[in-house]
């Protein structure tokens, strides 16, 4: 995966966005895009030299919890 600046910067964008489009809808690529950024991060944070695990965790969380919000209302 190709990111631009960090992973928290990342995490902490696509949060922005998906909280800005609530209610909207958003390309699939984007949700991919997101989902992807979401196990990314939870592999740098598996990493010992990880500095920043407790930021990852809350943002990792807060993009999760988002998504799950996504999905739920989706029409079945």
Excluded: F, K
Excluded at 29 to 56: K, M, N
């Amino acid at each position: 995966m190709e990111l631009h600046g960090s992973i928290i910067d990342n995490l902490n964008n696509a949060l922005a966005s998906a909280r800005r489009l609530r209610g909207h809808p958003v390309y699939q690529d984007t949700l991919t895009y997101w989902r992807d950024l979401v196990q990314e991060a939870r592999r740098l944070r598996q990493d010992p030299a990880c500095t920043q695990t407790e930021a990852l965790g809350a943002a990792i969380a807060s993009l999760e919890s988002e998504l799950a919000e996504r999905n739920s209302r989706q029409p079945t």
